[in-house]
């Protein structure tokens, strides 16, 4: 059967590859500590549960309106004038299943063919693949470890054409734990005003933060008027599996991505936008909690990777990411790249991480090794997963072992 050209075009997230690979070896009876997962471990608070459980008894089991529920959508606006700092109303927001497919319809709505799309490299590989999907043109931003994964302003405006109709930011950031400073916000901004860009602000992470708070480039004069702010409750509230997000944006641009909404799931659960509704108007100490165990975590492991021969760790400021450059230790032990550091540790450490290549197409002039440690696990499983890791690495016969396995290794 003929499937759609188009369907060449859409990527994935590979991370769901490891998860379905680190399942494989555990069926195996392989014993795998999962740093690779990009969720809190922790599960929802009661208080959020039991919200969704009254919903139920009240039958919230029928469809509701494609925009999302509007005593919710009030909640939303209320939650995003305050801690943004800008005036919203509820028209201005749509409630989806999750963040992602803010990504998915505001690119839909925005993107023509051959416009050009500045996103972050490395980031979340859904930026990239819907870009291409919509026959939009991918451009990267480089994040670089030496501006603390911000980018350079040179090469921002370097990246900007006459043919660029977005530019994504996502601060705090998933793969590197960066927030980007409101300085590099503010030429964001000025770019975008100038050359009447959209700017796809993705803060899912924004109250998972540690010694500064992450600003949004919405903030800016004329720039709510061009700004989509991606949001939800997967991460703050450990909700991932009840798929509750939402965009912010001019109410216009809320008319078309509700008519995606109508098109394609019709609404957002209405028992789950009750719950995510009670999450945000409830106490919040569940969220602060979770934030303080990830900072001690965030501790623990970077001081472990830095105690790793090779390894080298900047302290993350925001989500729940370490990204150490793995350079020199791949260079020393003869692993080609990061994919093959990561093979390296889940086959022979029992330890699964994501190689940067799961966050974005190299580009020819990458000479730098980086992996991903999400920290979300508990303190005992961090420890031994670097106990893991440094052991696995010290033993250089073991990796001659592994690399005599592997057909294009370079030793
Ligand atoms: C940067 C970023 N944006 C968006 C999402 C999507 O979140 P959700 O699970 O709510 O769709 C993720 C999930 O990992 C993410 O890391």
Redo the contacts with the bound molecule.
């Keep these: 059967m003929k499937i759609a050209q188009r369907m060449n075009r859409l990527g994935t997230e590979t991370a769901f590859d490891v998860l379905t690979e680190v399942n494989a070896l555990r069926s195996q009876g392989r014993d795998i500590i999962s740093l690779a997962i990009?969720e809190p471990a922790c599960d929802t608070a009661d208080y959020i549960k039991q919200a969704a459980k009254d919903a139920l008894d009240l039958n919230m089991t029928h469809y509701g309106p494609s925009q999302g529920l509007p005593a919710f959508r009030e909640v939303i606006a209320k939650h995003v004038a305050e801690t943004r700092n800008i005036s919203v109303s509820p028209e201005e927001i749509v409630v989806v299943p999750?963040?992602?497919p803010v990504?998915f319809f505001s690119i839909l709505a925005c993107i023509e063919e051959g416009d050009e799309v500045v996103y972050p490299l490395p980031g979340?590989p859904i930026y990239e693949s819907m870009i291409r999907f919509a026959g939009g043109i991918a451009v990267p931003l480089r994040l670089r470890e030496e501006h603390g994964f911000s980018f350079d302003v040179r090469e921002l405006r370097k990246s900007v054409t006459d043919r660029t109709r977005m530019i994504i930011v996502?601060s705090p950031q998933?793969p590197t734990g960066g927030i980007i400073p409101k300085s590099d916000l503010h030429e964001i901004s000025e770019l975008a005003l100038h050359h009447d860009l959209w700017v796809l602000s993705?803060e899912?992470?924004r109250r998972i933060t540690y010694e500064t708070p992450a600003e949004s480039v919405s903030q800016f004069p004329g720039m709510k008027e061009r700004t989509i702010i991606?949001d939800?409750h997967?991460k703050t509230y450990a909700m991932?599996g009840w798929r509750v997000?939402y965009g912010v944006m001019p109410r216009a641009l809320a008319m078309h991505v509700t008519r995606l909404m109508t098109n394609s799931n019709s609404c957002t659960a209405t028992f789950s936008q009750h719950a995510a509704m009670v999450a945000m108007t409830g106490p919040q100490e569940s969220v602060t909690r979770m934030v303080a165990d990830f900072r001690r975590r965030r501790d623990l492991i970077v001081d472990g990777l830095n105690g790793i021969e090779g390894f080298s760790c900047r302290k993350p400021m925001g989500a729940f990411y370490a990204y150490p450059n793995v350079t020199n230790a791949c260079r020393t032990l003869g692993l080609k790249d990061s994919r093959m550091l990561q093979q390296y540790l889940l086959q022979e450490a029992g330890v699964a991480v994501l190689g940067q290549q799961c966050f974005g197409t190299r580009l020819p002039e990458d000479n730098q090794e980086y992996i991903r440690f999400s920290y979300v696990s508990s303190d005992e499983d961090i420890r031994e997963a670097l106990r893991r890791v440094k052991n696995s690495l010290s033993d250089s016969a073991h990796v001659s072992s592994f690399l005599a396995r592997q057909p294009q290794a370079v030793a």
């Design positions: 990009g999750g963040g992602k990504i979340y996502n998933n993705d899912i992470y991606l939800g997967s991932t997000g």
